[in-house]
């Protein structure tokens, strides 16, 4: 430990004694600075939130160990806040549970666009922004910041040319624009640039698609090769029309005897009737779960009454919507997927009753416009359409 840390360390030492904590207590905060002080040398007061949380999520601690730690560092640089040592501590914002990401390192945003990129996302987490939809957004700046050099030199134009590409879909060009218009405006209210350069962006048009409900065939085939794991993420897909991310977040008490409560997007929740082929298996399940075992796919180990219904090997996640689509999707004929599923199932529930109001209910769209795009006209009914015409 080099002398600010000595000397900060100390003060705060003598402080907690002052206050009257257990001298085991007391051991066990300094251990915890000891640590920090070690690893990152300097001075106590000048480590910005980013070195801490780089500093935190470095290490594979459990999230006991983790939470003891954060609670150290705390009493520490309230100390120094009490002493006007700084004026903001660098735990602002970090979170006791870890955010952990499976697979290799992200791809770091370009030096320049480091610290509004950073802000802009901390500005996002603030408005309680799904940790998805931060994550696309990063992945678009990273885009940007490899394009140009500095940010705030960006031009009309040059968002243009960015967006010209023939090789984007539509889809893709409208999330691009929407990135850069919300960080431009952002930028533009926080007074980093005059005007955003983003303002005149022109609309993407959407060709309009046609529903592609996967058949009754290869829902047949996949169910004949899934595992009880697999057959369960199918089912709430076929019987309950959910989004991959829907089916990943599903937690046992979301479950109840007649209707799933179903974590949508931006937060959104829904109930969703259970369909009777569904309630049984999920029965099934949770009561394996309830005797110390499970069904098959989830591997030797046994999986806790309560909790996830699909739980990853990180203790407390759940899989991520990425690996369940993945899953789904090779068990499915080449060319449908968990999104092909919910065509199908939005197909069927608008075949039974023809009510697009209640269809969209149970997809959780904002708008019947939305859809009406997912429902497929049923067989014939165009043709009755015409021959209903006459004179």
């Known amino acids: 430990m080099n002398p600010a840390w000595s000397a900060a360390a100390a003060g705060w030492r003598m402080m907690l004694e002052d206050s009257g904590r257990a001298a085991a207590t007391i051991e066990?905060?300094?251990?915890?600075?000891?640590?920090?002080?070690?690893?990152?040398?300097?001075?106590?007061?000048?480590?910005?939130?980013?070195?801490?949380?780089?500093?935190?999520?470095?290490?594979?601690?459990?999230?006991?160990?983790?939470?003891?730690?954060?609670?150290?560092?705390?009493?520490?640089?309230?100390?120094?806040?009490?002493?006007?040592?700084?004026?903001?501590?660098?735990?602002?914002?970090?979170?006791?549970?870890?955010?952990?990401?499976?697979?290799?390192?992200?791809?770091?945003?370009?030096?320049?666009?480091a610290e509004p990129v950073t802000a802009f996302l901390t500005w996002m987490e603030a408005g309680a922004r799904k940790a998805s939809t931060i994550e696309q957004r990063r992945w678009w700046l990273i885009r940007l910041s490899e394009t140009f050099a500095d940010p705030w030199k960006v031009t009309p134009d040059d968002l243009g040319l960015w967006l010209s590409r023939g090789d984007w879909a539509p889809q893709t060009k409208r999330l691009g624009r929407s990135t850069v218009q919300l960080f431009y405006t952002w930028a533009e209210n926080t007074g980093r640039v005059e005007r955003s350069p983003?303002?005149?962006?022109?609309?993407?048009?959407?060709?309009?698609?046609?529903?592609?409900?996967?058949?009754?065939?290869?829902?047949?085939?996949?169910?004949?090769?899934?595992?009880?794991?697999?057959?369960?993420?199918?089912?709430?897909?076929?019987?309950?029309?959910?989004?991959?991310?829907?089916?990943?977040?599903?937690?046992?008490?979301?479950?109840?005897?007649?209707?799933?409560?179903?974590?949508?997007?931006?937060?959104?929740?829904?109930?969703?009737?259970?369909?009777?082929?569904?309630?049984?298996?999920?029965?099934?399940?949770?009561?394996?779960?309830?005797?110390?075992?499970?069904?098959?796919?989830?591997?030797?180990?046994?999986?806790?009454?309560?909790?996830?219904?699909?739980?990853?090997?990180?203790?407390?996640?759940?899989?991520?919507?990425?690996?369940?689509?993945?899953?789904?999707?090779?068990?499915?004929p080449a060319g449908w997927t968990t999104h092909t599923l919910r065509h199908r199932f939005a197909t069927k529930a608008y075949l039974t009753g023809r009510d697009l109001r209640a269809v969209q209910e149970l997809l959780g769209h904002q708008k019947p416009e939305t859809t009406a795009i997912y429902a497929a006209v049923p067989d014939g009914a165009l043709e009755a359409a015409v021959a209903g015409v006459g004179i």
């Not at 003891?68 to 309230?78: C, G, I």
């Not at 937690?251 to 997007?265: A, N, P, S, W």
């Open 198 to 332: 983003a303002r005149m962006l022109p609309a993407v048009l959407i060709p309009r698609a046609l529903p592609r409900p996967t058949p009754d065939d290869a829902v047949r085939a996949a169910l004949e090769v899934a595992d009880d794991r697999l057959r369960l993420a199918l089912y709430l897909a076929v019987y309950a029309g959910l989004r991959r991310a829907e089916i990943a977040a599903v937690h046992t008490r979301d479950i109840e005897d007649q209707v799933l409560h179903v974590h949508g997007k931006g937060g959104h929740e829904r109930l969703v009737p259970l369909h009777p082929e569904l309630r049984t298996a999920l029965r099934a399940e949770l009561h394996r779960r309830r005797e110390g075992t499970s069904g098959t796919g989830w591997g030797c180990r046994p999986t806790a009454p309560g909790g996830w219904l699909f739980p990853s090997d990180i203790p407390d996640e759940h899989l991520t919507a990425h690996h369940l689509g993945k899953l789904i999707a090779a068990a499915l």
């Open 28 to 113: 066990g905060y300094a251990k915890h600075v000891t640590w920090l002080a070690d690893d990152l040398g300097g001075d106590p007061w000048e480590v910005t939130p980013g070195q801490l949380r780089d500093w935190v999520d470095g290490h594979n601690w459990s999230m006991h160990t983790r939470r003891k730690v954060l609670v150290s560092l705390r009493a520490f640089y309230r100390h120094g806040l009490d002493m006007g040592e700084l004026a903001r501590s660098p735990l602002a914002g970090l979170e006791a549970v870890p955010s952990r990401r499976r697979g290799p390192s992200r791809v770091q945003v370009a030096e320049r666009w």
